[in-house]
């Protein structure tokens, strides 16, 4: 029997999940079957022990998910524990894998793909929510030079920085106190770009920075990028690579195979225009 995965969410009909993976499965010739779950609010463990019920191996998760299956899940990988969510899981009988790849997908993307090691840099990440916590050990992993983490509410910005700082160089601050402070590489992890939003960032961080990188998918240039090209940011990027990675990490996960991103990559690119 076609083994079964599937992303589940709401709302869902966007996702590039099933694209992805279905591209994934012919290139790396491996029969399985992967659709998309709207699932209903309130009722996401009924959704899955009903797609575990049909053969189901395996789930990605997106938004609003992600609490709801940590919560789901028997046993949880450092990463999903970190996040205190999960984008993946695995079933095997009785067992409820969690996992959450978004970060070292995003590493991955930075590193290999974009060939900009965050080894001996200064790194800067804006905001301090669900997608810079995914970030925050993975990026320590690569041993920058120093990770700051800045947000509009210092708060959870300290808060976050504290869960690191026995792994490596992390500091938090406010966004007004990046007044001066250059970077050599940005990432924006808030959710302002999904409101067309700009988080107040002073152009300075940008004077020596080698790559701007909004991590959200498909907005094209958005405001952080539109200030980050008029500063003169030699590269931009936004996150269809990191996209691309997760569900690569995910996959091999799953079937053990690791399979190629670049033409998943290619076809999702959305012109940072
Ligand atoms: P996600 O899971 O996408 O990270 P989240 O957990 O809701 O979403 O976190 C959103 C992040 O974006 C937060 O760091 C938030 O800052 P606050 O903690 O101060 O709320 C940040 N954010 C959202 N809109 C913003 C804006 N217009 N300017 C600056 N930061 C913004």
């Known amino acids: 029997m076609t083994d079964r995965y599937a992303v589940i969410g709401n709302p869902i009909a966007f996702s590039k999940s099933p694209l992805i993976h279905s591209s994934f499965a012919q290139a790396t010739g491996q029969d399985l079957d992967y659709s998309k779950i709207e699932g209903p609010l309130g009722q996401f463990a009924a959704t899955v022990d009903a797609f575990r019920a049909q053969g189901g191996r395996g789930l990605n998760i997106t938004a609003p998910f992600k609490l709801d299956a940590f919560a789901y899940a028997t046993e949880h990988s450092p990463a999903a524990q970190l996040a205190g969510a999960a984008n993946a899981m695995k079933f095997d009988g009785e067992r409820v894998l969690a996992e959450n790849f978004d970060g070292v997908g995003l590493v991955r993307d930075v590193v290999h793909n974009l060939a900009q090691p965050l080894r001996g840099k200064r790194v800067l990440v804006l905001g301090a929510g669900g997608a810079a916590r995914g970030a925050l050990l993975p990026f320590l992993a690569e041993q920058p030079t120093e990770l700051v983490i ?57 004077a020596e920075c080698a790559l701007a990188y909004e991590l959200a998918y498909g907005k094209g240039l958005t405001p952080f990028l539109r200030l980050a090209q008029g500063a003169g940011v030699p590269q931009l990027a936004d996150g269809v690579g990191m996209l691309a990675e997760q569900a690569a990490e995910a996959f091999a996960w799953w079937r053990g195979v690791r399979p190629q991103t670049r033409a998943v990559i290619e076809r999702l690119t959305v012109p940072l225009v």
């Not at 947000?151 to 792994?167: E, Y």
Request: with cysteine; hydrophobic share 40%; proline share 5%.
């Open 150 to 206: 800045a947000n509009r509410s210092l708060d959870k910005a300290q808060d976050l920085a504290r869960i690191g700082t026995a792994q490596g160089p992390v500091r938090a601050c406010s966004l007004q106190d990046l007044q001066g402070r250059h970077f050599d590489l940005v990432f924006n992890a808030t959710s302002a770009s999904l409101r067309a939003e700009l988080p107040t960032v002073p152009v300075s961080v940008f």
